[in-house]
Structure formats: C-alpha cells, structure tokens
C-alpha cells in the first residue's frame, strides 16, 4: 500500500494552460510527467503503484477559496483525496476554514511563495490556530521555489517558531522540510513536532541525508509524496525502496503514517 501525500491537478478546461503557465514559473527546472489533470494523475499512479493521492491545490486569490472547495468535492474519491487549497490572506478566512470543515475536509494547503505571505508572520497564527484546533492538517510547501528568490519566504527555523506557538494538531512541511534547505532541517527541524514529507525529492537531498533525517526525526513523522507532476512516482519509490531502510519505517514512510492522519480503515 503507497499513499502519496503531495500530489497536483486542475480541472480539465484549464489544465493545459495551468501547466504551461506552471512550466514558465518553473524556468525549464521541471518538466511534468503528466497533463495535470486527474485522468492524468489516475493513469501515473496505476503505473507507480500508488493507491492513494492527497491533491493540494494552491489559492492564488481570495476568490479561489471557495472555488477548490467545490471543485475538489466533485473529484473526491476513495484513490483522490483533496486537501482545501484556500488562500491564507483573505478577509474571510474563518468562513473558508468551516466551509472546508462543512465539506468534509481534512487539511489546507498554503504556499507561501505563490500566496506571498511569510510562514512565521504572527498575523497568520490565528488562521493557523483556528484551523488545527478544529482537526484540519495544515501542509505547506517549504523551502526553494523557482518562482521565488532568495530569502524565501519559509524556512526551517520559521517552521520551528511556528510548531512552537501553537497548541498542537498536525502541520506538514513538504520536500522534506524546506527545498534546498536540508542542513537547517537538521540543525532546526528535525525532532519537532511537524510531518515531513519527501517529495521533489530523492534525487535532490539524497540518500546519506534522508538517512540522517529520518535517524533525527524518526520514521513515525516522515510521509511519502512526490509532488506529482513534478517528480516521478516510480523514481522516488525505487530510490526510498533501495535505501537501506527497515521495512517497519519504509511502511510507515509510504502507508502507516498517512492512514492514520487521513483516518483512513
């Protein structure tokens, strides 16, 4: 059982232009291994052999809140699971947070370079608090983004302040704790109270140093994703499965952890 935990599509009639305008933010660093569209995402799970995707959408703007909310309803599946990609800075944020909860979510994406907002700005807290004391898993794209420039708005040390500060629930920092910042990650992150996912991915950090996180952080806090499209399922599967890695964590790596935060039986 493989459940990826970072996963992106759009719908159909803007797919094609979502993707090229995504390729053009991108300067030529990724190419897609699919259309960005859930057939798409169906058929490169199948050739993986993933069963489960959780699809974070990102919120440009205050109106898309509502929007992904819908949208994601119509998809939602026993293989797809959408998270809420609601837009952080928005007048109405509470509103958004019950109208997810009212819809049957179980987490929120932010990004914190496409919705230009800093991680650890104390005026995102009480978004932040409200949502994950209502049961909401928050995740957050982390680190390097090739539509930013450095500093980047999220960081370890930012991720650390924010864990601190709030009264528990379940935040996520994706690519294993912020992209291209994987020495802060262990100097910072590592053994606080936050989920790391793995994706963009193995091929970047590598096995010596997703060895020497996991030994840190523990295997129970690590989720398997992939960023797809923007990753290969299959590569990052081969390179985690050839690691050297007890089969106890790679279980919970690919499958334990996630079932339990998206209660799945």
Same mark, same amino acid.
Do not use: C
């Given at each position: 059982m493989i459940i990826d935990f970072h996963t992106?599509?759009?719908?159909?009639? @803007?797919?094609?232009?979502?993707?090229?305008?995504?390729?053009?933010?991108?300067?030529g660093e990724? $190419?897609?291994?699919?259309?960005?569209?859930? #057939? &798409?995402?169906?058929?490169?799970?199948?050739?993986?052999? /993933?069963?489960?995707?959780?699809?974070?959408?990102?919120?440009?703007?205050? $109106?898309?809140?509502?929007?992904? @909310?819908?949208?994601?309803?119509?998809?939602?599946s026993d293989r797809l699971i959408p998270f809420a990609g609601l837009f952080p800075d928005a007048e109405n944020w509470k509103r958004n947070v019950d109208a997810a909860i009212a819809n049957g979510y179980k987490g929120i994406k932010l990004h914190p370079?496409?919705?230009n907002f800093i991680v650890d700005d104390e005026r995102m807290f009480p978004l932040y608090d409200y949502a994950l004391n209502k049961g909401m898993?928050?995740?957050?794209?982390?680190?390097?983004?090739?539509i930013g420039s450095a500093p980047f708005k999220s960081n370890p040390a930012m991720f650390r302040k924010v864990v601190r500060a709030m009264r528990g629930g379940t935040i996520v920092a994706a690519h294993l704790g912020g992209q291209q910042q994987w020495e802060e990650v262990e100097d910072k992150l590592v053994g606080e109270n936050i989920y790391l996912d793995t994706s963009m991915g193995t091929e970047y950090y590598g096995k010596e140093r997703f060895k020497s996180i996991l030994s840190g952080h523990g295997a129970d806090k690590i989720l398997? $994703?992939?960023?797809?499209?923007?990753?290969?399922?299959?590569?990052? /599967? #081969?390179?985690? #499965?050839?690691?050297?890695?007890?089969? &106890?964590?790679?279980? #919970? @790596?690919?499958?334990?952890? $996630?079932?339990?935060?998206?209660e799945l039986n």
């Open positions: 992106h599509i759009f719908p159909d009639s @803007i797919a094609e232009r979502a993707t090229e305008a995504l390729k053009k933010n991108a300067h990724y $190419a897609p291994v699919h259309d960005l569209t859930e #057939k &798409g995402l169906l058929k490169a799970m199948d050739e993986a052999g /993933i069963d489960v995707s959780v699809v974070v959408p990102v919120a440009t703007k205050p $109106a898309h809140s509502l929007k992904n @909310i819908e949208w994601g309803a119509r998809f939602r370079e496409y919705q898993i928050l995740i957050f794209h982390a680190g390097y983004d090739p398997f $994703a992939t960023d797809s499209p923007w990753s290969d399922a299959s590569v990052e /599967i #081969k390179n985690l #499965k050839s690691w050297d890695i007890p089969s &106890g964590d790679l279980e #919970k @790596i690919f499958y334990r952890n $996630a079932a339990r935060l998206l």
